[in-house]
């Protein structure tokens, strides 16, 4: 004997099997991710600390994966147009973003209206990597550590400048941290990427400039550049005899990463996932190594969560170091 239903009832059954029915395409989409080729956006130029490393994680992911991770270079102000581009991405994991410290958590506070929101148009994946900036000067410029950096400075006011990969950025923001402390007065030159401006660091163009290790730290072995300080908690073991700014008497603790990111409202199997692989990666001793050798050696393995903790307590110093040195943008 058939039972008869109520309509409500049976609205109620259609609605509860086309959720389940939804919820099992979802987990099934997850568990066959990537299907298609992946585009892994970068804010940044070619070349650079950011798109050497994201260039070595997609090579690495479309062996793990079975599908390309191809390279999608979006740079300019200040990664402002690579990451509102991935904002607004498909939430199904077809663009992974790949960023920077100043993209997440030091741009809210320079500009007033900016494009995307970094806690709620994205999904943290995994946090990879965290260190300081080298403090670089021209090669044939007469110091030789940070004291004789500062007086030099200090004995030719406003005639030396310093480059940044752009305005906002972390080497800005350190380098103005520094001379807010000592008393400094310098010219900013803020250029579209990092590699343009040590580039002209080397070529004598620019003064001094704080850049990425990752790019910098052969160049200063190599002698095309002097570096007088590092704004990270410890000394590099690939530079040991060059002392981190805590220890030369001008306190810096805030420290810069990469990151993964994704389009909020990403199936969470899939951020679980891609988070992962990248944990995967970073265990193995292959790419550890190419880590150290671009002068990683703090190498977190995080969750989602743990990255998402990171971020809310960046969020919270950088806001404290953009008010104190005064950096608006619009």
């Not at 086309?18 to 395409?25: D, F, P, R, S, T």
């Not at 300080?229 to 805590?246: E, H, K, Q, W």
């Amino acid at each position: 004997m058939k039972t008869a239903f109520p309509s409500s009832t049976l609205n109620i059954l259609a609605t509860l099997a086309l959720l389940g029915g939804a919820a099992a395409a979802q987990a099934q989409g997850a568990d066959g991710y990537p299907s298609k080729p992946v585009t892994l956006v970068v804010p940044t130029a070619p070349a650079g600390g950011t798109d050497t490393i994201a260039r070595m994680f997609a090579d690495v992911f479309s062996k793990a994966m079975k599908q390309p991770f191809i390279v999608e270079n979006r740079p300019g102000a200040n990664g402002i147009l690579g990451v509102d581009y991935a904002a607004k991405s498909p939430a199904d994991g077809s663009r992974v973003l790949f960023t920077y410290t100043a993209s997440m958590v030091i741009n809210p506070f320079l500009y007033k209206k900016l494009p995307y929101d970094p806690v709620k148009d994205f999904t943290p994946v995994a946090q990879v990597g965290r260190a300081g900036n080298l403090l670089l000067v021209r090669k044939d410029l007469p110091v030789g550590n940070l004291k004789e950096f500062v007086a030099y400075v200090k004995a030719h006011p406003n005639k030396l400048n310093y480059c940044s990969w752009g305005n906002g950025s972390g080497g800005h923001l350190t380098m103005e941290s520094l001379q807010k402390q000592a008393g400094l007065t310098m010219t900013h030159v803020a250029y579209k990427g990092s590699t343009p401006c040590v580039q002209d660091l080397m070529g004598g163009q620019v003064d001094a400039a704080f850049a990425d290790i990752s790019t910098t730290a052969e160049l200063v072995k190599a002698g095309r550049v002097k570096a007088v300080a590092y704004s990270g908690a410890g000394r590099l073991p690939l530079l040991p005899d060059v002392p981190t700014m805590n220890e030369s008497g001008y306190p810096f603790s805030n420290y810069t990463w990469y990151g993964f990111f994704v389009p909020a409202k990403t199936p969470p199997a899939i951020v679980n996932k891609l988070n992962a692989a990248i944990v995967a990666a970073l265990k193995d001793p292959a790419v550890v190594k190419r880590l150290h050798d671009m002068n990683f050696t703090d190498i977190p393995l995080t969750t989602p969560d743990q990255f998402k903790a990171t971020i809310a307590k960046d969020l919270r110093d950088w806001e404290v170091l953009v008010k104190a040195v005064g950096v608006t943008l619009d």
